[in-house]
Protein backbone atom coordinates (compact mmCIF):
# COMPACT_ATOMS: atom_id res chain seq x y z
CA UNK A 1 0.00 0.00 0.00
CA UNK A 2 1.27 3.39 -0.75
CA UNK A 3 1.06 5.70 2.15
CA UNK A 4 0.13 9.17 1.50
CA UNK A 5 -1.79 11.41 3.16
CA UNK A 6 -5.05 11.53 1.77
CA UNK A 7 -4.70 8.71 -0.80
CA UNK A 8 -6.46 5.40 -0.61
CA UNK A 9 -4.88 2.41 -1.66
CA UNK A 10 -8.08 2.12 -4.40
CA UNK A 11 -5.90 5.73 -5.76
CA UNK A 12 -2.63 4.18 -5.14
CA UNK A 13 -2.33 3.75 -9.11
CA UNK A 14 -4.06 6.63 -11.19
CA UNK A 15 -3.63 5.85 -15.35
CA UNK A 16 -0.87 3.92 -14.32
CA UNK A 17 1.52 6.07 -12.60
CA UNK A 18 1.86 6.15 -8.78
CA UNK A 19 0.02 8.77 -7.33
CA UNK A 20 1.56 9.14 -4.08
CA UNK A 21 3.56 11.78 -2.17
CA UNK A 22 4.58 13.28 -5.59
CA UNK A 23 0.84 13.45 -6.88
CA UNK A 24 -0.16 14.63 -3.57
CA UNK A 25 1.95 17.88 -3.65
CA UNK A 26 1.47 18.05 -7.34
CA UNK A 27 1.17 22.11 -8.27
CA UNK A 28 -2.33 21.77 -9.82
CA UNK A 29 -5.45 21.29 -7.77
CA UNK A 30 -6.18 17.54 -8.03
CA UNK A 31 -9.23 15.40 -7.47
CA UNK A 32 -10.24 12.25 -8.14
CA UNK A 33 -13.79 10.73 -8.58
CA UNK A 34 -15.21 7.49 -8.79
CA UNK A 35 -17.74 7.00 -11.72
CA UNK A 36 -20.49 7.09 -9.38
CA UNK A 37 -19.56 10.27 -8.05
CA UNK A 38 -17.92 9.48 -4.64
CA UNK A 39 -15.09 11.66 -3.93
CA UNK A 40 -11.29 9.27 -3.92
CA UNK A 41 -9.10 12.07 -2.93
CA UNK A 42 -7.91 15.79 -3.06
CA UNK A 43 -4.60 16.45 -3.15
CA UNK A 44 -2.96 19.30 -1.52
CA UNK A 45 -3.65 21.96 -3.78
CA UNK A 46 -6.97 21.30 -4.39
CA UNK A 47 -7.62 21.26 -0.44
CA UNK A 48 -7.90 25.01 0.05
CA UNK A 49 -10.45 25.34 -2.87
CA UNK A 50 -12.78 22.62 -1.67
CA UNK A 51 -12.39 22.65 2.20
CA UNK A 52 -15.38 21.01 2.66
CA UNK A 53 -14.69 18.27 -0.15
CA UNK A 54 -13.40 14.99 2.05
CA UNK A 55 -12.82 11.46 0.75
CA UNK A 56 -15.79 9.28 0.44
CA UNK A 57 -18.21 11.93 0.45
CA UNK A 58 -20.19 12.69 -2.53
CA UNK A 59 -18.84 14.99 -5.23
CA UNK A 60 -22.87 16.18 -6.05
CA UNK A 61 -22.10 18.02 -3.21
CA UNK A 62 -19.36 19.87 -4.38
CA UNK A 63 -19.51 24.08 -4.63
CA UNK A 64 -17.99 23.60 -8.12
CA UNK A 65 -21.80 22.24 -9.74
CA UNK A 66 -20.09 22.90 -12.90
CA UNK A 67 -17.52 20.41 -12.41
CA UNK A 68 -20.30 17.86 -10.99
CA UNK A 69 -22.11 18.54 -14.02
CA UNK A 70 -18.84 17.90 -16.31
CA UNK A 71 -18.28 14.99 -14.27
CA UNK A 72 -21.55 13.64 -14.43
CA UNK A 73 -21.38 14.14 -18.57
CA UNK A 74 -18.11 12.33 -18.98
CA UNK A 75 -19.05 8.83 -17.21
CA UNK A 76 -22.67 8.93 -18.51
CA UNK A 77 -22.34 5.87 -20.43
CA UNK A 78 -25.23 6.90 -22.39
CA UNK A 79 -23.98 10.24 -23.23
CA UNK A 80 -20.24 9.67 -24.24
CA UNK A 81 -18.15 12.84 -23.21
CA UNK A 82 -15.25 13.61 -25.39
CA UNK A 83 -13.34 14.28 -22.88
CA UNK A 84 -12.58 18.06 -23.56
CA UNK A 85 -12.04 20.24 -20.99
CA UNK A 86 -15.08 21.90 -18.85
CA UNK A 87 -14.63 25.72 -16.85
CA UNK A 88 -15.89 27.62 -14.40
CA UNK A 89 -15.54 29.35 -11.29
CA UNK A 90 -14.33 28.19 -7.80
CA UNK A 91 -14.80 31.28 -5.40
CA UNK A 92 -13.35 34.21 -6.98
CA UNK A 93 -10.69 32.45 -9.08
CA UNK A 94 -11.71 30.65 -12.87
CA UNK A 95 -10.85 27.62 -13.79
CA UNK A 96 -9.96 24.98 -16.14
CA UNK A 97 -10.75 21.04 -15.73
CA UNK A 98 -9.03 18.45 -17.60
CA UNK A 99 -10.77 14.62 -17.12
CA UNK A 100 -8.44 11.74 -17.74
CA UNK A 101 -9.43 7.98 -16.73
CA UNK A 102 -7.77 5.78 -14.19
CA UNK A 103 -7.17 2.12 -14.44
CA UNK A 104 -9.68 1.51 -11.85
CA UNK A 105 -12.15 3.42 -13.73
CA UNK A 106 -12.08 6.44 -11.84
CA UNK A 107 -11.92 10.03 -13.13
CA UNK A 108 -8.78 12.18 -12.39
CA UNK A 109 -9.71 15.97 -12.62
CA UNK A 110 -6.55 18.21 -13.29
CA UNK A 111 -7.37 22.30 -12.28
CA UNK A 112 -5.66 24.75 -14.41
CA UNK A 113 -6.07 28.68 -12.94
CA UNK A 114 -7.02 30.48 -16.10
CA UNK A 115 -8.25 33.44 -14.40
CA UNK A 116 -5.69 35.84 -15.73
CA UNK A 117 -6.43 34.35 -18.99
CA UNK A 118 -9.90 34.82 -18.53
CA UNK A 119 -9.49 38.19 -17.96
CA UNK A 120 -7.19 39.03 -21.07
CA UNK A 121 -10.21 37.76 -22.97
CA UNK A 122 -12.84 39.29 -21.34
CA UNK A 123 -11.11 42.78 -21.86
CA UNK A 124 -9.70 41.77 -25.34
CA UNK A 125 -13.20 41.08 -26.44
CA UNK A 126 -14.04 44.07 -24.64
CA UNK A 127 -11.78 46.70 -26.37
CA UNK A 128 -13.12 45.28 -29.60
CA UNK A 129 -16.64 45.55 -28.91
CA UNK A 130 -15.03 49.52 -28.30
CA UNK A 131 -13.61 49.91 -31.22
CA UNK A 132 -16.39 48.41 -33.17
CA UNK A 133 -18.78 50.60 -31.47
CA UNK A 134 -16.71 53.86 -32.18
CA UNK A 135 -15.98 52.55 -36.22
CA UNK A 136 -20.18 52.15 -36.33
CA UNK A 137 -20.81 55.66 -34.98
CA UNK A 138 -18.04 57.06 -36.93
CA UNK A 139 -18.78 55.65 -40.26
CA UNK A 140 -23.11 56.41 -39.84
CA UNK A 141 -22.33 60.07 -38.01
CA UNK A 142 -20.29 60.84 -41.04
CA UNK A 143 -22.61 59.76 -43.45
CA UNK A 144 -24.85 62.26 -43.09
CA UNK A 145 -24.55 66.27 -42.50
CA UNK A 146 -28.14 66.91 -41.46
CA UNK A 147 -28.33 67.81 -37.96
CA UNK A 148 -31.45 66.09 -37.46
CA UNK A 149 -30.02 62.72 -38.86
CA UNK A 150 -27.33 63.04 -36.87
CA UNK A 151 -29.24 63.68 -33.46
CA UNK A 152 -31.30 60.20 -34.58
CA UNK A 153 -28.09 58.41 -35.22
CA UNK A 154 -26.64 59.16 -31.63
CA UNK A 155 -29.76 57.99 -29.82
CA UNK A 156 -29.90 55.05 -31.47
CA UNK A 157 -26.36 53.88 -31.13
CA UNK A 158 -26.54 55.34 -27.01
CA UNK A 159 -29.73 53.28 -26.57
CA UNK A 160 -27.98 50.35 -28.33
CA UNK A 161 -24.57 50.17 -27.04
CA UNK A 162 -24.46 52.45 -23.83
CA UNK A 163 -27.46 52.93 -22.13
CA UNK A 164 -31.15 51.36 -21.75
CA UNK A 165 -32.71 54.47 -23.23
CA UNK A 166 -31.12 58.00 -24.53
CA UNK A 167 -32.09 61.21 -25.29
CA UNK A 168 -29.73 63.94 -27.71
CA UNK A 169 -30.90 67.29 -26.86
CA UNK A 170 -29.82 70.05 -29.37
CA UNK A 171 -29.13 74.41 -28.10
CA UNK A 172 -32.65 75.28 -28.29
CA UNK A 173 -34.70 77.63 -30.59
CA UNK A 174 -36.20 80.39 -28.29
CA UNK A 175 -37.38 78.43 -25.78
CA UNK A 176 -37.77 74.65 -28.12
CA UNK A 177 -35.86 72.53 -27.55
CA UNK A 178 -35.46 69.79 -30.37
CA UNK A 179 -34.99 66.04 -29.01
CA UNK A 180 -34.09 62.94 -30.13
CA UNK A 181 -35.62 59.86 -28.32
CA UNK A 182 -34.63 56.23 -28.89
CA UNK A 183 -35.83 53.51 -25.94
CA UNK A 184 -34.78 50.50 -24.93
CA UNK A 185 -35.61 48.00 -28.25
CA UNK A 186 -33.06 50.56 -29.53
CA UNK A 187 -35.41 50.43 -32.63
CA UNK A 188 -37.28 53.82 -33.56
CA UNK A 189 -36.08 56.88 -32.89
CA UNK A 190 -38.81 59.21 -31.93
CA UNK A 191 -38.21 63.25 -32.29
CA UNK A 192 -40.05 66.14 -30.24
CA UNK A 193 -39.95 69.45 -29.05
CA UNK A 194 -39.56 70.25 -25.66
CA UNK A 195 -39.94 73.47 -23.98
CA UNK A 196 -38.35 73.51 -21.03
CA UNK A 197 -35.87 75.84 -18.95
CA UNK A 198 -32.35 73.72 -18.92
CA UNK A 199 -31.89 74.71 -15.35
CA UNK A 200 -34.56 72.65 -13.98
CA UNK A 201 -33.48 69.10 -15.18
CA UNK A 202 -29.69 68.51 -13.35
CA UNK A 203 -26.48 68.50 -16.01
CA UNK A 204 -28.74 69.19 -18.84
CA UNK A 205 -26.97 72.87 -18.70
CA UNK A 206 -23.21 71.51 -18.70
CA UNK A 207 -24.27 69.01 -21.43
CA UNK A 208 -25.45 71.41 -23.88
CA UNK A 209 -21.75 73.29 -23.03
CA UNK A 210 -20.29 70.38 -23.83
CA UNK A 211 -18.03 69.24 -21.09
CA UNK A 212 -17.34 67.81 -18.17
CA UNK A 213 -19.57 64.83 -19.28
CA UNK A 214 -22.76 65.17 -17.75
CA UNK A 215 -24.28 62.75 -15.30
CA UNK A 216 -27.68 60.61 -15.89
CA UNK A 217 -30.52 63.34 -15.73
CA UNK A 218 -33.97 62.88 -16.17
CA UNK A 219 -36.03 64.86 -18.91
CA UNK A 220 -39.92 65.43 -18.92
CA UNK A 221 -41.50 64.47 -22.40
CA UNK A 222 -45.00 63.84 -23.44
CA UNK A 223 -45.72 60.33 -22.44
CA UNK A 224 -43.57 60.57 -19.53
CA UNK A 225 -39.80 60.35 -18.17
CA UNK A 226 -37.11 59.37 -20.68
CA UNK A 227 -33.92 58.85 -18.71
CA UNK A 228 -31.10 60.92 -21.06
CA UNK A 229 -28.23 58.15 -21.59
CA UNK A 230 -26.26 61.09 -23.20
CA UNK A 231 -27.11 64.25 -24.12
CA UNK A 232 -24.80 66.04 -26.40
CA UNK A 233 -24.24 68.89 -27.97
CA UNK A 234 -25.43 69.20 -31.61
CA UNK A 235 -23.87 72.24 -33.68
Same mark, same amino acid.
Given at each position: ??? %? %????? +? !? +?????????? @? /???????????? *????????????????? $???? &????? #???? =? /???? $?????????????????????????????? %????? &????? /??????? =??? @?????????????????? %?????????????????????????? #? +????? !??????????????? #????????????? *??????????????? *??? !????????????????? =???
Amino acid at each position: MVK %S %SGVSA +A !T +ASVAGVDVGA @A /WQSAPHPVLVIS *PSGVVRAVNDAAAPLFP $AMRA &GAPFD #DAPA =R /WLAD $AHQRFTDPLRPDDGGPARGPVGDRSFEARP %SRAEN &GDVVW /WLVDDTA =RRS @AEDALRAERERTGFLAQA %STELLASLNVGRCMDVTARLAAQHLA #D +AAVVV !TPPSGRRWAVSFCGP #DGGGVVRDKAVAD *PASVPGLAEALQGFP *PPR !TVALDRPGGRAGLGQAV =RAR
